[in-house]
């Protein structure tokens, strides 16, 4: 088959494991639509946005303040074709080893890590929560670092480069899983309420019945088949389920509100 | 004759004490500013946490999928710099050539020619990136280009400044007797410059190397960026290996560099033809090297010249204007700049002194493997080690930035000083002087040019140095730049950008002014 | 005529005067020996003679050119040539290298880079006037090692064809700056101080080469030269100069033990008396007809 | 004694041999002219009279320091004292360092900065004698700037103390060379053409200069000349050097007409006959003790 399908995702996990739970994903995409499927790994946020915004990919797995970022940047015409039931209502979680830090309120005067810039979960969520308990990160503590990624974060807390961190819920969830983090050293002290983040996006302009294709591969997945569960388990959900655009409405809102979108 | 009439003051005297005290008034508040207080270094709950730290880079990683994958990136990354310097190369010697003042009979300070060069150096090379990946898409072509603009700015400006540091007089006299300024330059100045020239290309393509962490960010992989994330995850044993391959690409660098440094120095038989089969092997195996990395990356640059890439292109560089000029974003990017000039100035100074004590030293090979070591370490590691050391904020950055370029520093002027005519130095020494001394009475006059020029230039590298400086926390531009350009705030950005430009042109012009003061 | 300075002035960018009211014309063919005592301005005058640098008074005229004096020191902007120029003349920038490809300078300390060879060194002469593709391939592989090594042999170097220039002994060097200039073949020539490094009999044979050469080509060549014996020997012209001004522009014969003697005494300075000055009294010899023919 | 040659032997790394079978020795308080053709040898001797290089063949005792001769050329390693050195001696290094000290060389071609200031040029001679700090802080303040002026005074050349060496002329560079080694007060000078930039009038003054200074103080003087009125005129003792061998090593009166003509004679080649050679005729006189009085 000629035609290729291009993916990429945002890099909110290292590149090499982004790629490692793509692979069987990939495949089960390619006998879904008879297509090619190259997977590009990155490492910045901007350049996944930036190339589904020129058409040079097709499919993009997004956070959801990099798809605000994705419908600004393509005026409106990316279309988000379904996330994990798990992103409807996800959560980040701010971490310390720090025993005299119980709640946000104490982080004043502290240093503190966020992950990316962009990522809804590292940065985004919890500047607006921050916001609304009323700390300014820039203003109330004591240093901002940006470790780049989830599991940095974590890293950085644990080895006391930062008082404080915080990171999405999934990722803290699955390094506790695989014990790479020491529960005894490292806990949650506070964690955000709900909010739509990860899905996976098309650029606008792609083929409707492929877009329908790809749809109803993500629906199909079924836990209850083996080679399917494989597949959900490296992605970290129970299943996909559709999504629109309006569900991000609120993160723009929250974005406009901590200054991140003009 | 006259009663000894009381010996004259030296008429140099106060102009040198103004400059003094000019210099400590500047210092002072930057030093304040980084936070400096290399106390912190040797405080020993801190160097607990380093140690632990370190011993988590033991033993390196060698599980055969981590091998493969590193094989596999070390091939990338080889392949990159190599197209990336030879595009870079391309580039350089013409605008180099426009830019140097060698050869001039005015001379000149360029600041047409300057500007440009450092514009193309200046712009970050994720903005390059990002714009290459609307033409090309993800993949190398895009890391690729962008590589090869910033790093053909440098290569042009570097030419420029060495082949204005050699003697001038061979190049004129060929000029008075009517030789163009082209022939001029290749019969008077590049066999003196040779050797300098080369080292430096070759440098410049071990930065390549390093500097692969750009090609992540469009998704062309290598060694830059398994380093990025083996760091940022603080997975010691991946560090391990990938360190000790990066010091395995620098020392054979190194290698590449002693041995062109020596072919350029012998003397060539006595006979017509100045080539011998070393150097014809060599001109042979060059060109197949940068033939083959293009055909490996599978790159093609057919794209850029299409109605569509210009159009995207345009599109792209339209975000940037205006630049926000509203005064409280000026006033944050004023504050950028202070802490850049603070956490830039503390980290050359620191590594230009320590640097040219590493150079000094006539017995190359210990000063060499620690220069190479300190250099095949990148920042961004440095600023992992540094920030354990003393904290997050700006002295961390300050002393990663300070770690790193000293090994860069350290290299650079032992080669400038190596090129430096040894007749002066050699003579004092025939008179009994000090090695020290007939270094600085001696060689330093004829190679100082060439050491500020290195030294200010590597400043201004520093101040662009975007990623470690978030990563530490310790705020200045490149932070700024980075987080702007992640939010897609292309007008923020512009004026960062910009404040750049300003900075690294304003450091350019004083080099070239101070260059040309000592001449 | 071959070149005219007509009360040319240099005045350096420290504020130091080292030329001033300078008036000399030669005729093409002539043969000048500069003299005078060190730091008079010799070196200065044949820079502004070479274009190499502008004077910062008066005019100067070399081979038809005429620069006018600036009143900045640096290097001169374009000759201008005298007859006026037509619209469609070359430009000013390849005029002035046109015309720099027919003048010839040996520097006082030959401006050659160490690492390059003998052999690229000579042909480097040529650089103005070779295309450019000859010039170049020229860098690969010397294009013209007959003719170089032709010039060579007048100097008694050829030998040293393919060694490399920092290998050489000062006088050896001093000897590949000559060579450089004779394979020109310019139309003026300014030597300065050619033949300081080299031995009595290797001084006069150089010397010997240079005016031979000129000759033969109805080249203009102008020395600057502290051995005063060669000067009156081999040169139909002196020109004293002392303290940047011109003291005296005779032919060789009329120059006289007094007006040696006043060329070369300091100025009331601390210099030590001497009882007599061996090398003026011997050179009586030199304005002998005879020993004059034995040289040139 | 001063220093001794013996079978002193010298090939350079291409394989060219520059010097062979070098025997001299000199005594403290001699004064030593070196002359010989272009190419002789004449710097190579000084420079493994100065350690620059080391012998490939034969012995060198410089000083009461002996040095090997090494098989391979390079800096000679470190010279032994001919007395057995004790346990305690000071370090090779350093022992290299304080004979260097007391040996002073004047280049062929003055090996100064160009961007130095004559006043620290002139100070660096005394680097070896000098405390560290006093060095250090001379780069930033001159600290004997009335010593260099005295010094330079004597060249004539007091005027350019503040001025910076490349915007000297070449006579003037070269007298910075020997304010140097004049100010260095060495007791072996060692002088390769010291005054080949000069006119006859100061170089003669010059040489007075170097003589005076070194008879005052017992030192030993070793200088190549080119000009050989000067050498005969000022030195007692002349070397002859040819094609790397002693010609002859005479008293300077018995170096007669013949002995120079050999000497400079080219071997074969293509040099010019010349009918007479105006230099060497006129040099008569130097013989007359008359004139050489009036010299040294
Ligand atoms: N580094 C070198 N490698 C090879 N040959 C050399 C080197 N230096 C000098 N020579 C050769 O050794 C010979 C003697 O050189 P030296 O400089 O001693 O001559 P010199 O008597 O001082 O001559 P001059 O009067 O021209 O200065 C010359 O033929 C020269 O070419
Ligand atoms: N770049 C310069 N800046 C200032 N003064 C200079 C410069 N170049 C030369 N001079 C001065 O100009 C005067 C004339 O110099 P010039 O080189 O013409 O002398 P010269 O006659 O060639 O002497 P010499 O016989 O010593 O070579 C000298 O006093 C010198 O110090
Ligand atoms: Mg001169
Ligand atoms: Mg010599």
Request: aromatic share 8%; proline share 6%; glycine share 10%.
């Amino acid at each position: 088959a000629d035609a290729v399908l291009r993916v990429s995702a945002i890099p909110d996990e290292a590149p090499t494991e982004l790629q490692r739970k793509f692979a069987p994903l990939g495949k089960y995409l390619e006998a879904q639509t008879g297509m090619k499927v190259v997977f590009t790994p990155v490492s910045d946020y901007a350049a996944v946005v930036e190339s589904l915004a020129t058409k040079k990919i097709d499919l993009a797995w997004l956070g959801g303040f990099t798809f605000v970022q994705a419908k600004i940047r393509t005026n409106g015409t990316a279309i988000p074709i379904v996330q994990r039931a798990e992103d409807a209502v996800f959560t980040s979680r701010f971490i310390t080893a720090d025993p005299t830090i119980k709640a946000l309120a104490d982080l004043k005067g502290k240093t503190f890590a966020f992950g990316a810039p962009s990522s809804t979960s590292g940065s985004l969520m919890p500047r607006f929560f921050l916001q609304q308990a009323g700390l300014n990160p820039e203003k109330d503590f004591k240093n901002v670092a940006f470790s780049g990624a989830h599991d940095a974060t974590v890293a950085f807390v644990a080895a006391g480069k930062a008082e404080a961190g915080v990171l999405n819920a999934s990722v803290w969830d699955k390094l506790v899983e695989q014990k790479k983090v020491d529960t005894d050293k490292v806990r949650v002290f506070a964690t955000t309420p709900p909010y739509f983040d990860y899905n996976w996006t098309v650029r606008g302009d792609l083929d409707p019945a492929l877009v329908k294709k790809l749809t109803d591969a993500f629906l199909k997945l079924d836990p209850a088949n083996p080679e399917h569960k494989e597949i959900l388990g490296l992605q970290r959900a129970a299943k996909f389920i559709p999504t629109k655009k309006e569900n991000y409405e609120g993160i723009e809102k929250a974005a406009h509100s901590a200054g991140l979108l003009k | 004759m006259l009663l000894n009439p009381a010996p004259p003051r030296d008429p140099a005297a106060r102009g040198r004490l103004s400059g003094a005290l000019l210099a400590l008034v500047i210092l002072w508040p930057l030093f304040r500013a980084a936070e400096f207080k290399p106390g912190a270094l040797f405080d020993s709950s801190n160097l607990k946490v380093i140690g632990h730290f370190l011993a988590g880079f033991l033993p390196p990683e060698r599980g055969a999928e981590f091998l493969a994958y590193l094989g596999k990136a070390t091939l990338e990354t080889l392949a990159i710099a190599t197209a990336g310097l030879a595009l870079a190369f391309v580039l350089a010697v013409p605008l180099g050539y426009l830019a140097t003042a060698a050869g001039r009979e005015q001379p000149t300070l360029n600041p047409l020619s300057r500007s440009l060069l450092t514009i193309l150096r200046g712009i970050p090379e994720l903005v390059w990136a990002l714009l290459f990946v609307r033409v090309f898409g993800l993949g190398p072509a895009a890391g690729v280009l962008a590589l090869g603009l910033t790093y053909g700015g440098m290569l042009a400006k570097v030419y420029a400044e060495i082949l204005e540091s050699v003697d001038p007089a061979p190049a004129h006299a060929l000029r008075h007797n009517g030789a163009g300024r082209p022939l001029a330059i290749l019969y008077g100045l590049l066999p003196q410059a040779s050797k300098e020239l080369a080292s430096y290309t070759v440098y410049r393509w071990e930065c390549a190397i390093r500097a692969s962490v750009v090609m992540g960010f469009v998704g062309a992989g290598g060694l830059g960026q398994l380093m990025d994330q083996a760091m940022k995850m603080l997975n010691g044993g991946e560090a391990a290996s990938i360190l000790l391959t990066f010091m395995l690409l620098v020392f054979a660098a190194d290698g590449i560099s002693g041995w062109l440094r020596r072919a350029l120095d012998t003397p060539p038989a006595a006979r017509a033809s100045p080539f011998g089969w070393r150097s014809i092997s060599f001109l042979l195996v060059l060109p197949s090297a940068i033939i083959a990395s293009f055909h490996w990356l599978e790159i093609g640059f057919g794209e850029l010249f299409t109605a569509g890439a210009a159009h995207s292109i345009g599109e792209f560089v339209a975000g940037f204007l205006p630049p926000d000029l509203s005064s409280d974003w000026l006033a944050r990017v004023g504050l950028g700049i202070w802490e850049t000039l603070a956490i830039s100035v503390v980290g050359t100074l620191l590594a230009a002194a320590s640097g040219l004590l590493l150079a000094l030293p006539k017995w190359r090979a210990p000063f060499s493997f620690l220069l190479n070591t300190l250099r095949s370490v990148p920042e961004l590691v440095w600023a992992t080690i540094t920030a354990l050391a003393v904290g997050l904020g700006p002295f961390a950055g300050a002393l990663a930035l300070a770690l790193h370029t000293t090994g860069v520093l350290g290299r650079l002027y032992a080669e400038a000083l190596d090129n430096a005519p040894a007749a002066p130095g050699h003579a004092l020494r025939l008179a009994g002087a000090p090695t020290g001394l007939s270094f600085l009475y001696g060689t330093l006059p004829g190679a100082a040019p060439q050491l500020i020029a290195y030294t200010l230039y590597r400043w201004e590298m520093n101040i662009r140095m975007a990623a470690i400086l978030g990563f530490v926390g310790a705020g200045g531009l490149g932070q700024l730049l980075y987080f702007e350009l992640s939010l897609f705030h292309h007008a923020q950005a512009s004026t960062v950008i910009i404040a750049m430009l300003i900075l690294s042109i304003a450091v350019d012009q004083t080099s070239a002014w101070l260059r040309q003061r000592l001449r | 005529m071959s070149f005219a300075l007509d009360g040319a002035g240099l005045t350096h960018a420290n504020g130091f005067t080292a030329l001033s009211g300078i008036t000399l014309r030669a005729n093409k063919g002539e043969r000048i020996a500069l003299i005078g005592p060190s730091g008079a301005g010799k070196t200065s005058l044949l820079s502004v003679l070479g274009t190499a640098l502008a004077p910062s008074a008066g005019s100067v005229e070399v081979l038809d050119f005429g620069f006018p004096g600036a009143s900045t020191a640096g290097m001169p902007s374009f000759p201008r040539k005298r007859e006026s120029m037509s619209a469609n003349e070359i430009s000013g920038v390849s005029l002035a290298s046109r015309l720099r490809t027919r003048i010839g300078t040996i520097h006082q300390a030959p401006p050659i880079p160490g690492r390059q060879r003998v052999v690229t060194a000579v042909l480097a002469g040529k650089l103005g006037q070779w295309p450019a593709w000859k010039s170049l391939a020229s860098l690969l592989y010397p294009l013209d090692v007959a003719g170089a090594r032709a010039t060579l042999e007048r100097l008694d170097l050829a030998d040293k064809l393919f060694a490399r220039c920092d290998q050489l002994s000062g006088g050896q060097l001093q000897r590949v700056g000559i060579a450089r200039v004779l394979y020109q073949q310019a139309e003026l020539i300014l030597a300065d101080e050619p033949v300081s490094a080299l031995d009595p009999a290797l001084a006069l044979a150089t010397v010997h080469q240079l005016t031979a050469d000129t000759e033969a080509r109805g080249a203009t060549l102008v020395a600057s030269l502290h051995a005063v014996d060669l000067a009156l020997n081999c040169f139909p012209r002196i020109v004293g100069i002392k303290g940047g001004r011109i003291a005296f522009d005779l032919p060789a014969g009329e120059v006289s033990e007094a007006l040696l003697h006043d060329l070369y005494a300091s100025e009331g300075q601390t210099l030590p008396t001497l009882a007599n000055e061996p090398r003026f009294t011997t050179l009586a010899a030199a304005n002998d007809p005879a020993t004059r023919a034995a040289c040139c």
